[in-house]
T-cell receptor, first 112, second 114 residues
Framework: DSGVTQTPKHLITATGQRVTLRCSPRSGDLSVYWYQQSLDQGLQFLIQYYNGEERAKGNILERFSAQQFPDLHSELNLSSLELGDSALYFC???????????FGPGTRLTVL | AQSVTQPDIHITVSEGASLELRCNYSYGATPYLFWYVQSPGQGLQLLLKYFSGDTLVQGIKGFEAEFKRSQSSFNLRKPSVHWSDAAEYFCAVGAREYGNKLVFGAGTILRVKS
C-alpha cells in the first residue's frame, strides 16, 4: 500500500459524458501527478500540481482538466468522453518536486 | 525529446535463474532513474531509484540496478528469480529540468517458469 488513494476504482460511462477522478496523496506529500495508461500509448504523463499550483503539463487533452485543492487532494476531470479515453488513470504523489513518486491503485475508465 | 527504451517486451526465465531487464534512455538533462513493477490489475510499486552517488543501487525484493552514464543505461538485475516476481516492469526517467514528470518505457513482461 503506497498511501495514495484513488476513487473510484472502476468507472463505466458513455461517450459524450463527463467524469471526475479523485486522488488523495500520501500524508505530507505536496506534489500530485496524473498519468494515463493505455494499451496503445503506454504510460503517459498528463499533469502535475505542487501545493495547489499547476507545475507541469504533458500530453493532456483540452477536454481534460485537473486541480489540486487546499487539502492537497486532486481531481482529474474528463469531459466529452470518447471511446479512446478508455484507460487506466493513475495518480502519484511525491514529497517535493524532485523525489520518487508513489502511485495509487488507479481508476479504470471504460467509455462505451 | 526524452525517451526510454526497454528492448524486451517479454522475457521468460526459470525459477531460481538470474534476471536482467534492460533499459536505455535518451535525456537532455541529468536524469533520475526508477524501476517500477506492476502486477495484473494493480498499481505501480517502486522497486528502486537512482538520483546520484553510487551507481549500483539496491531495491526491494532483492532487486538491484546499475546506472551506466556512458551507455545511457539503467539495467535491473536479480540473482535468483521467484515465481512471485512474474509481473510487468517499467523503467522510468525524470529530471528536475523537465518538472520531474516521469517518462516511462513500454514495459517488459516477465514470465517465470517452474
Amino acid at each position: 500500500d503506497s498511501g495514495v488513494t484513488q476513487t473510484p476504482k472502476h468507472l463505466i460511462t458513455a461517450t459524450g459524458q463527463r467524469v471526475t477522478l479523485r486522488c488523495s496523496p500520501r500524508s505530507g506529500d505536496l506534489s500530485v501527478y496524473w498519468y494515463q495508461q493505455s494499451l496503445d500509448q503506454g504510460l503517459q504523463f498528463l499533469i502535475q500540481y505542487y501545493n495547489g499550483e499547476e507545475r507541469a503539463k504533458g500530453n493532456i487533452l483540452e477536454r481534460f482538466s485537473a486541480q489540486q485543492f487546499p487539502d492537497l487532494h486532486s481531481e482529474l476531470n474528463l469531459s466529452s468522453l470518447e471511446l479512446g479515453d478508455s484507460a487506466l488513470y493513475f495518480c502519484a504523489s511525491s514529497e517535493g518536486q524532485a523525489n520518487e513518486q508513489f502511485f495509487g491503485p488507479g481508476t479504470r475508465l471504460t467509455v462505451l | 525529446a526524452q525517451s526510454v527504451t526497454q528492448p524486451d517486451i517479454h522475457i521468460t526465465v526459470s525459477e531460481g535463474a538470474s534476471l536482467e531487464l534492460r533499459c536505455n534512455y535518451s535525456y537532455g538533462a541529468t536524469p533520475y532513474l526508477f524501476w517500477y513493477v506492476q502486477s495484473p490489475g494493480q498499481g505501480l510499486q517502486l522497486l528502486l531509484k537512482y538520483f546520484s552517488g553510487d551507481t549500483l543501487v539496491q531495491g526491494i525484493k532483492g532487486f538491484e540496478a546499475e546506472f551506466k552514464r556512458s551507455q545511457s543505461s539503467f539495467n535491473l538485475r536479480k540473482p535468483s528469480v521467484h515465481w512471485s516476481d512474474a509481473a510487468e516492469y517499467f523503467c522510468a526517467v525524470g529530471a528536475r529540468e523537465y518538472g520531474n514528470k516521469l517518462v516511462f518505457g513500454a514495459g517488459t513482461i516477465l514470465r517465470v517458469k517452474s
